[in-house]
């Protein structure tokens, strides 16, 4: 049975929460959801909303989207203030203007629709980042 469904994570982000599931065993943080713990592989979840807030480590700029996006943009890796890492785009800075000077900046999380896509059903969400100076 899983505490985090897919489908619950996404509802949330569309409402900008963020949640994930935190291990009873070792006390890491999962997101996106999954059906064990991350860290120590513990089935004993707990269903935990995060602050969305954290910071930039690493960054690739996009030039060739998948079907239903435009490119370019830009898609980050972010640890969160919670500990888990996560990947979403960020958004507010121009793909052209992207350099190494936004690792470590600080982020704060929103989230996108996405429609259009050919291979989902329907809409979909991603996680949207923005700059928080």
Excluded at 41 to 60: H, Q
Aim: glycine share 10%.
């Amino acid at each position: 049975m899983y505490k985090l469904t897919h489908a619950q994570y996404f509802t949330a982000l569309k409402e900008n929460r963020l949640e994930g599931l935190k291990c009873c065993e070792c006390e890491a943080i999962t997101v996106p959801p999954k059906a064990t713990c991350q860290e120590c592989g513990s089935p004993s979840l707990e269903v935990t909303t995060l602050s969305g807030e954290g910071a930039i480590r690493t960054f690739t700029v996009i030039r060739v989207a998948p079907e239903g996006l435009e490119a370019p943009y830009i898609v980050v890796l972010a640890e969160l203030k919670e500990g888990p890492w996560l990947m979403g785009n960020l958004e507010g800075i121009e793909p052209s203007a992207a350099t190494m000077d936004l690792i470590g900046r600080p982020v704060k999380l929103g989230h996108r629709v996405v429609t259009g896509m050919r291979y989902t059903a329907g809409e979909g969400v991603v996680p949207l980042f923005s700059l928080a100076d």
